[in-house]
């Protein structure tokens, strides 16, 4: 394969495949900058175009700064050397690196996948081995702002809009011009992943010989206002459906809130556990088998006692505020609500739905969402969950996202992000996409998903209420999505 020596760090076998490491350096700073002018040029002569000056100008103190885009191909091992089709994944988040495969049978969907592909797996700019970003690199970040006699806070926001979709389909469309001999490839998106898809469909339709996505169609246009506006009403309807399975966890959680009420418990890393910080555990609600998980988490909630909620508080003489929470579980909340591991999640959460000028400020809008509804109050019993919700105070209690916490205030009032998703361009849009539209989705609103899809060219979608938003690490949704897709012959000429 054409440019596949370029960038190797190491190959190795993991059990069924093939594997290759790579990684090559792009730009901190997109705007203004072409990914196909920096293909032939190369890295040491990035030229600035105005044809691609867009709404954002280029920022001067960015001009030289360099990133690390790591990538991973994989195969079966019978493959190695073959010139096959390219399918590139394109991971959920934001904020999260691509997966870790096992084994060829770990993930559904590349178990599938490799029976036909080499599938490419990066890590998106900011995540995993792609130059992360982490609380010490908003230090350094903060240090340079300071050399630079800069506001620290400012520069540090500007920062973080570089790691948003706009630059991570360049990210990807360098990749392909410039390690994969531009041959054009098929994408596959998981939740974020779609709006990568739109925006790469928007900005770089010629490099994408079809495109598939599960659960992950943003609204056009995007407002986070609305995404919300339809999500909270679900998440109550996931909470309850939980505690009608298993109404032993209703017990537990309103007894735990009551003691957290308290707010003298605090998590292993000494952030607040609070009621509010303990609302967060549901979000995974939206995916299987989430009701179970969290049964399974609470089963070890109490210190004393056989595990109910009757036997805790009987043993605390039935005083909640001395109820003894476990350690054990305390460190389950932590794994379950820390941000360690992919702080950009968080921080990045409300700003994918910003596209371009905006009208107003995103100003926290899930926060604005559920002080509306008093059913999410920490006092309301019972307790309901949040499903991918961020909130201010966030960024005061969790360590991982505190170093954020300055820039977060200058992103809430921002209005100018780069632009994202060209209407005319996807409503004239030729490149095949297949898209599981999840009918109960907590995250992705599946009417949302639909309006869009409608004023999508050549889109065509598979709605279907048989799996939850994470559908496509099954067996089932990739396959079908492929057969579809050939069945129609959308894939004639690639498999």
């Known amino acids: 394969m054409v ?65 690390s885009l790591f990538y991973r191909t994989i195969c079966l091992p019978e493959n190695k050397g073959r010139d096959l089709p390219l399918i590139v994944y394109l991971q959920g988040g934001p904020g999260g690196a691509g997966p870790r495969v096992l084994n060829a049978s770990s993930d559904g969907w590349i178990e599938e996948a490799l029976k036909h592909f080499r599938i490419v797996l990066p890590d998106q700019r900011g995540t995993g081995r792609s130059s992360a970003v982490d609380g010490r690199r908003m230090g350094l970040v903060a240090a340079e702002a300071c050399d630079l006699g800069l506001d620290e806070a400012t520069y540090q926001a500007e920062y973080l809009k570089r790691f948003l979709a706009d630059s991570i389909v360049r ?46 169609i943003p609204h056009v246009p995007a407002s986070a206002d609305d995404v919300y506006a339809h999500t909270f009403p679900r998440m109550v309807a996931k909470t309850n459906a939980w505690y009608k399975r298993y109404p032993v966890d209703r017990e537990r959680v309103t007894l735990l809130a009551d003691r957290l009420s308290a707010g003298d418990v605090a998590l292993p890393d000494g952030s607040p556990f ?58 389950a909340v932590l794994a379950n609500t820390g941000s360690s591991s992919n702080p950009l999640y968080w921080t990045l959460q409300e700003f994918i739905y910003a596209d371009g000028e905006l009208d107003r400020p995103i100003r926290w809008a899930a926060a604005r969402e559920a002080a509306s509804r008093p059913e999410f109050s920490p006092d309301a019993r019972p307790l309901m969950m949040f499903g991918e919700a961020m ?48 009918f109960d989705d907590l995250y992705v609103d599946s009417g949302l998903q639909l309006d869009t899809l409608s004023r999508v060219g050549r889109s065509h979608a598979w709605v279907t209420n048989e799996f ?17 897709a050939r069945n129609r012959g959308d894939l004639e000429g690639i498999l």
């Open 391 to 438: 909130f201010p105070w966030m960024f005061a209690e969790d360590p991982a996202l505190q170093p954020f916490a300055a820039a977060m205030d200058v992103l809430m009032e921002d209005t100018r992000f780069g632009k994202l998703y060209d209407t005319e361009q996807l409503v004239s849009n030729e490149v095949p996409l297949q898209c599981a539209v999840y």
């Open 468 to 484: 939850e938003h994470d559908g496509l690490h099954g067996d089932v949704v990739f396959k079908h999505l492929l057969e579809e």
């Open 274 to 331: 609070s009621v509010r910080r303990m609302q967060l555990i549901g979000g995974g609600l939206g995916m299987k088998p989430a009701p179970e998980r969290l049964h399974n988490m609470l089963d070890l909630a109490f210190s004393e006692g056989d595990g109910s909620a009757g036997s805790a508080l009987a043993a605390a003489d039935g005083d909640a505020s001395r109820v003894n929470v476990n350690r054990g579980f305390a460190e």
């Open 3 to 67: 440019g596949e020596d370029m960038g190797l760090l190491s190959s190795y076998y993991l059990p069924g495949m093939y594997v290759e490491d790579h990684s090559v350096e792009v730009p901190l700073d997109w705007r203004g900058t072409s990914p196909a002018e920096l293909a032939i040029t190369g890295a040491t002569a990035c030229s600035r175009l105005a044809s691609e000056s867009a709404v954002l100008k280029p920022d001067p103190a960015f001009a030289d700064k360099k990133l």
């Open 171 to 216: 990210d990807f469309e360098y990749l392909r011009l410039s390690e994969f001999g531009a041959a054009r490839w098929v994408t596959l998106g998981q939740s974020y992943g779609g709006f990568l898809t739109l925006c790469n469909l928007s900005t770089f339709p010629e490099g994408v010989a079809a495109s598939f996505v599960g659960g992950g």
